[in-house]
């Protein structure tokens, strides 16, 4: 059956008749481009101001990753391409429950993806409106969300592995993705990728393309686009023994033609329809002045399954403690399961002229973002509506919208050093708004629907009940949840840096930010170095502040939400508030006005480079104060009980069994080391070997917790428990290794990469229940053959041989859970694809 899928996807990729002559042309830029990232391209990202600095050369750790790299990986999704490649970024199979399914929060060195600063041609990227309320790994966060870039439209990528908060401001504490789109301004691009799972379907099918074109004397605009559907994977869950009621304590004869596996939110629960799309454009208007504009704009569709319900009295395992009263048998007589409806639509444009003024070089540019969700569910119920209840819901909108302004000046300054002095200035105004918009009443609503006491198993379980109020699967946003919240900021930096001595570089910074909220004012430095020990040798090093400023929905979300919940042995359906900080509920509890949290980073290392070989090795420290964490679920039996269920209802909370918020809780301290070896093999007969060797470690530690506010100190309450802390230090691998070769010869090209991932722990509140799952090497292929001079054809395959985690979880009662969640390569196996591509 493989052979046939492969075959079908090959026939099915049409042949596109180009120019012979452009697509040579091209297919040499390319190489030369490739050639040029790995013997030391020259890079933008932390090297303000005149002064061209090379990977080499950079004071602090850098890597640089080309249009074919990013190719080479046989992903189509910026997300899982990076993880593949960069060593110390990490992304969960299954991180936690809403929205994290579907937009996937990633790890950098450890850290949750609100500490990596994201920018597209330097410029500040807005983040997701959704926030990661759910999520056990980098939970509560709001990341930019990458995926909403099209890869047909990058021209490289830069990664800067160190803080650099003191040059871009907030969030720049783990380091700096700076996407810098293609400005080829001839020829184009097409690509046709198709391809599946093993076993489990999760068919891909995407379609990218750009072109480029002169613009007035010297100038370009590129233009990209991408079109992809991918399919949700069959569940890689466990097969239930009972979908029916038993009837007389015996199957229902229906069993027979049932579908037993019922989990299909575990594995890759998505179906995915996505559109990219971008321009590039730069138009010189005189001889020192250059006007620019780069947009993107995406669609995204998402059917994300999620829990799966099932039908009262079925017998096994206790399954109606998890459903109970919400699965009415008039609408859903063998239970149903649920899916989670994203509509997306997400934009940044930006416009400048970059110029000369005097002495000085100036750059002058707006940007404006936003990210505009639409949130629904499908197959599901209002049980408090009774039979009457319909299954598709609005369910509410999520908006976040960015606009910043930055004015950028940089000369350079002949102090009789050994290279001019590179002085840089900068002012920025960024404006920032989130919005929870309120859905349906029907979404949220409790309709008084009272469960009749008949002599149906139904009935005689659950008769004269009320079922909850909204949604089974997920809640609606309320009136009460709504909320609209802006903010102001106002930055203004300096930037110096020189050769103070032949091969001894130093670079100090500085920032100062003023936030009109309670972020209120920081300030950032930075130092640098790099001494030159001897040709191709050097030691490189850095210390710097940061910060990151609490998120708009860290401060204003709120929503009321059904979830399961283990007690004891059992699953037991509850529902829950998430308080804004600034509500009277949570500030009774104990909630204050969010911090920014503090950062302090150290890094040091080494750097060799002899002819094709360079090794780089990079130790760092990074110490977080007052990180901002969910508390636990507040008011549950074993944690405040009635008593915090009372100031719930003094504060007008009174329809709900728990609550949480975010605070400032902790403070932490991550120490690794990123190692990089390259070396390129020249040889006349076997052809070009580039060979590539990356070691990430890292290990975060919890250097102190909060203790329970004032308003608490009295009540038997844990604020930031067992499982939540070890989610924080033991929920990711603390090692990872790439090992990759990419030979080329004539018309021939392939790529073996071999990554291994290190051990890490699913945890519980009870250390017993703790579930650790051991390393796993993850093999990848690929096979290329340029067909003409015009057309090339690949053949590949990430998770060669069809590794597994390990079957250490524990199975839940819908039968999913055997391999974990948090797995980085995820739950559902090997998948093959192939790909044809076309230059014009």
């Given amino acids: 059956m493989k052979n046939t899928v492969i075959a079908g996807l090959l026939a099915s990729v049409s042949i596109i008749a180009v120019s012979p002559a452009r697509a040579e042309e091209v297919a040499d830029a390319a190489a030369s481009t490739a050639a040029e990232a790995d013997a030391g391209a020259i890079v933008v990202t932390g090297a303000r101001g005149r002064i061209q600095r090379s990977v080499a050369d950079s004071p602090v750790p850098i890597d640089v990753i080309s249009p074919q790299e990013l190719k080479n990986t046989g992903r189509t999704g910026l997300k899982e391409i990076l993880g593949n490649i960069i060593p110390s970024l990490s992304m969960p199979a299954l991180g936690g429950g809403g929205t994290s399914a579907s937009v996937r929060p990633i790890s950098i060195r450890g850290l949750s993806g609100d500490y990596v600063l994201v920018l597209v041609n330097g410029k500040r990227r807005h983040t997701t409106s959704l926030i990661n309320n759910l999520s056990r790994i980098s939970g509560g966060s709001t990341p930019v969300d990458i995926d909403l870039i099209p890869t047909s439209a990058v021209g490289r990528i830069e990664v800067l592995r160190d803080g650099a908060a003191a040059q871009y401001g907030s969030d720049a504490i783990s380091g700096v993705i700076n996407i810098i789109l293609d400005n080829s301004p001839h020829g184009g691009e097409l690509s046709v990728t198709g391809g599946q799972l093993y076993e489990k379907g999760g068919a891909l099918a995407q379609v990218a393309g750009s072109y480029g074109t002169p613009l007035g004397d010297g100038g370009f605009a590129r233009f990209s686009i991408e079109a992809k559907y991918h399919d949700r994977a069959d569940s890689s869950a466990e097969p239930i023994p009972y979908v029916y009621p038993l009837v007389n304590g015996q199957p229902d004869p229906r069993e027979a033609d049932a579908d037993h596996l019922i989990a299909g939110g575990y594995g890759r629960s998505n179906r995915d329809k996505i559109v990219d799309t971008s321009y590039n454009a730069e138009l010189p208007v005189g001889e020192d002045t250059t006007l620019y504009s780069f947009s993107t704009l995406s669609y995204r569709n998402i059917k994300d399954a999620r829990g799966a319900y099932f039908a009262a009295a079925t017998g096994y395992n206790g399954l109606a403690n998890s459903s109970g009263a919400s699965v009415l048998p008039q609408l859903y007589p063998a239970g149903f399961q649920a899916y989670r409806r994203i509509w997306e639509w997400d934009w940044q444009t930006a416009v400048g002229l970059r110029t000369q003024f005097a002495e000085w070089s100036l750059d002058l540019s707006t940007s404006y973002g936003r990210d505009n969700v639409k949130l629904g569910a499908e197959n599901t119920l209002n049980p408090s509506l009774g039979p009457d209840s319909k299954s598709s819901f609005f369910m509410g909108r999520q908006k976040q919208d960015l606009w910043v302004s930055n004015l950028d000046l940089s000369r350079e300054l002949d102090l009789g050093l050994a290279g001019p002095l590179n002085l840089s200035l900068g002012a920025e105004q960024r404006w920032e708004r989130f919005q929870n918009i309120a859905g ?188 901002i964490v969910k508390t636990e679920f507040l008011g549950t039996a074993s944690n405040g009980g009635a008593a915090i269920k009372d100031i719930l209802v003094e504060n007008g909370i009174d329809d709900v069994d728990s609550a949480q918020f975010f605070t400032n809780a902790i403070d932490t301290r991550t120490r690794g ?69 990419t030979w080329s010869l004539a018309k021939f090209r392939a790529l073996a990469r071999v990554t291994r991932y290190g051990k890490y722990t699913e945890s519980s509140n009870v250390a017993a229940s703790d579930r650790t799952y051991g390393a796993k090497w993850v093999a990848d292929a690929e096979v290329g053959y340029q067909l003409t001079d015009n057309l090339d054809i690949a053949v590949g395959a990430n998770n060669l041989f069809d590794a597994y985690p390990d079957r250490n979880g524990t199975v839940a009662a819908d039968g999913s859970g055997l391999y974990g969640n948090f797995a980085p390569f995820g739950l559902s196996g090997g998948f093959y694809y192939a790909r044809l591509g076309a230059k014009f």
């Fill in 440 to 627: 349906e009443p029907d979404s949220y609503r409790d309709g008084g629907y009272v469960i009749p006491l008949d002599s149906t198993p139904f009935g005689q379980l659950y008769g004269g009940r009320s079922p909850s109020p909204g949604l089974v699967s997920f809640t609606g946003t309320s009136p009460a949840d709504a909320t609209s919240i802006s903010r102001n900021n106002l930055a203004a930096y300096a930037d110096v840096s020189a050769d103070v001595m032949p091969g001894w570089f130093v670079g100090v910074a500085g920032r100062f930010e003023h936030y009109s909220d309670s972020a209120g004012n920081t300030f950032s430095a930075k130092a640098s170095t790099r001494i030159e020990l001897a040709k191709g040798l050097a030691l490189r090093g850095g210390v710097n502040t940061g910060f990151r400023a609490p998120s708009l929905a860290q401060t204003a979300f709120s929503t009321t939400q059904n979830t399961v919940t283990v007690i004891g042995d059992e699953r037991v359906s509850t529902v829950s508030k998430f308080l804004p900080v600034n509500s009277a509920a949570a500030i009774a509890l104990g909630a204050k006005p969010l911090k920014p949290e503090k950062s302090l980073n150290f890094t040091a290392g080494v750097t060799y480079e002899t002819g094709p070989f360079r090794l780089t090795i990079d130790g760092y420290q990074i110490r977080i104060d007052d990180r």
């Fill in 673 to 741: 080391v990123d190692v990089v070896g390259e070396y390129t093999l020249d040889t006349a007969s076997l052809g070009t070997f580039r060979l590539n060797a990356a070691y990430s470690y890292n290990k975060t530690k919890i250097l102190h917790v909060i203790d329970n506010p004032e308003e608490l100190s009295d009540l038997n309450v844990t604020l930031f428990g067992r499982q939540a802390q070890r989610d924080l230090v033991a929920a990711l691998p603390r090692s990872k290794v790439v090992l990759s070769n």
